[in-house]
């Protein structure tokens, strides 16, 4: 199924009238419809923004505790007064919370604006712990990457292969093997279009499993590996 560009969710979310073709998809796609409900609610909370919410100078004792603590003279120790700097910038803040707000709407970093993605945590917490490029397997054309991350507890395996085509009554699930994929652990589904971010189990050691794969898979009761791998990668001891 082909979805709306994500800049068009950013409009409808705005308020824009969405197209007949839009409106239509909307209608039939859950995913859709959720992901304007989550920009709509970014929007509604950038539009209670007020006066109030901007930040307040201190008491003149706190910057004087400063100076001192610090030991600053002359015009180190000055200070702009926030009112002044205020009227200097006039409607600039608010011309920053729109376009904060725009960017949330248009970009990919709305989990981390909302502070929440689910199970997986923010990206702005995660620690990198190791990246493979996931190469061609046989005759396959695609190409990938494969990245761990460590956010908080949880271990979390993120995989990239653009271009990849749907599947006729299939689907591309996510492994982890040893170096000679003689024991391979399924760790979930790679939808084309969209980057994998899949938590690992836990106690999994990917020193022992550093081989990721994409294979392509039926639904055919089979729980095994189909032996039709796309890409595979190496991650680095």
């Given at each position: ?177 040893t170096p000679d994929a003689s024991t391979m652990v399924a760790i979930g589904t790679l939808n084309p279009g969209e980057e994998a971010v899949l938590t690992l189990p836990v106690g999994m050691d990917t020193a022992a499993f550093p081989l990721v794969d994409v294979s392509v898979e039926h639904f055919d009761g089979d729980a095994g590996h189909s032996a039709v791998s796309v890409v595979r990668g190496l991650l680095p001891a």
């Open positions: 199924m082909s979805h709306p560009d994500e800049a068009d969710l950013a409009l409808i979310a705005l308020g824009e009238p969405a197209s007949a073709a839009d409106a239509a998809h909307l209608a039939a796609c859950s995913r859709c419809r959720s992901r304007v409900d989550q920009l709509g609610a970014v929007v509604s909370t950038a539009r209670t923004i007020t006066d109030e919410d901007r930040p307040v100078a201190p008491p003149a004792a706190v910057w004087e505790g400063i100076v001192a603590e610090a030991g600053l003279t002359g015009a180190q120790a000055s200070v702009t007064s926030l009112d002044q700097r205020r009227r200097r910038r006039g409607p600039v803040l608010g011309w920053l919370v729109a376009a904060a707000a725009v960017g949330v709407l248009a970009g990919a970093t709305l989990t981390t604006v909302l502070g929440s993605t689910g199970g997986t945590g923010s990206s702005d917490d995660a620690q990198l712990l190791a990246t493979a490029p996931l190469e061609p397997v046989a005759e396959s054309a695609y190409q990938g990457t494969a990245a761990v991350e460590q956010r908080g507890a949880e271990s979390v395996l993120r995989v990239s292969v653009p271009d990849l085509p749907a599947v006729e009554d299939g689907y591309y699930e996510v492994w982890m093997a």
